[in-house]
């Protein structure tokens, strides 16, 4: 300890720490949550992708033998009215241009499934960077915390919402719980209510 400082100080020093401590925690649990979400996001997007595409080929395929059926028919019907050949020589070309369509829908969905596969190797980088420093944060934060809980008799409830803290302090004689949103409320006065508390049974 810091001779400079009088322990209420370094008990005051000590909570705001943890309150910055937890918070980073929640912070890192939270973004942990959105890489998975999207990773899962991402792998919905590459299965239905993969489905469109097959059905997009299978179309493909049918129009085609569709394209040779009706060609063979033109060549038959020009032999008998040349008018009804010339209708069909349009069909024809009507169907082609279709084809041309769907071939660069074909090549959009690669480029987006090749998009995806680029967006999924970024996201398992950086899910294997919040692992990494998930496994080396979370040991010193539960050493703190098991430091913070024997100096101070405070205990922290960690699964509550991002704007909000809560506990309580465990006294000689009564449990005192306590409950603050940090939106309402500044870090100074929860330090000071909190500091309060601890005093009470000192």
């Given at each position: 300890?810091?001779?400079?400082?009088?322990?209420?100080?370094?008990?005051?020093?000590?909570?705001?720490?943890?309150?910055?401590?937890?918070?980073?925690e929640?912070?890192?649990?939270?973004?942990?949550?959105?890489?998975v979400?999207?990773?899962?996001?991402?792998?919905?997007?590459?299965?239905?992708?993969?489905a469109?595409?097959?059905?997009?080929?299978?179309?493909v395929?049918?129009?085609?033998?569709?394209?040779?059926a009706?060609?063979?028919?033109t060549?038959?019907?020009?032999q008998?009215?040349?008018?009804?050949?010339?209708?069909?020589?349009?069909?024809?070309?009507?169907?082609?241009?279709?084809?041309?369509?769907?071939?660069?829908?074909?090549?959009?969905?690669?480029?987006?499934?090749?998009?995806?596969?680029?967006?999924?190797?970024?996201?398992?980088?950086?899910?294997?960077?919040?692992?990494?420093?998930?496994?080396?944060?979370?040991?010193k934060?539960?050493?703190?915390?098991?430091?913070?809980?024997?100096?101070t008799?405070?205990?922290?409830?960690?699964?509550?919402?991002?704007?909000?803290?809560?506990?309580y302090?465990?006294g000689?004689?009564e449990?005192?719980?306590?409950?603050?949103?940090?939106?309402?409320?500044?870090?100074f006065?929860?330090?000071?209510s909190?500091?309060?508390?601890?005093?009470?049974?000192?």
């Amino acid at each position: 300890m810091d001779d400079s400082l009088n322990e209420p100080e370094y008990i005051v020093r000590l909570a705001e720490e943890l309150i910055t401590v937890i918070d980073n925690e929640k912070i890192e649990n939270t973004l942990l949550d959105n890489i998975v979400k999207e990773w899962q996001k991402i792998l919905e997007i590459r299965e239905i992708q993969k489905a469109q595409t097959k059905q997009v080929f299978q179309e493909v395929m049918q129009m085609e033998s569709a394209e040779e059926a009706n060609y063979q028919k033109t060549q038959t019907a020009c032999q008998h009215l040349n008018q009804e050949g010339q209708s069909l020589e349009q069909l024809v070309s009507q169907q082609k241009e279709g084809l041309a369509n769907v071939v660069s829908t074909c090549e959009r969905l690669q480029q987006n499934l090749e998009a995806c596969q680029q967006e999924s190797q970024k996201l398992e980088l950086e899910r294997q960077e919040v692992e990494k420093q998930k496994k080396i944060s979370i040991p010193k934060t539960r050493h703190d915390i098991t430091l913070y809980k024997l100096i101070t008799n405070l205990h922290w409830q960690l699964d509550t919402p991002q704007n909000e803290l809560k506990g309580y302090v465990c006294g000689n004689t009564e449990v005192k719980p306590f409950t603050f949103n940090k939106e309402q409320v500044s870090k100074f006065d929860i330090v000071n209510s909190l500091w309060d508390m601890i005093e009470e049974d000192w």
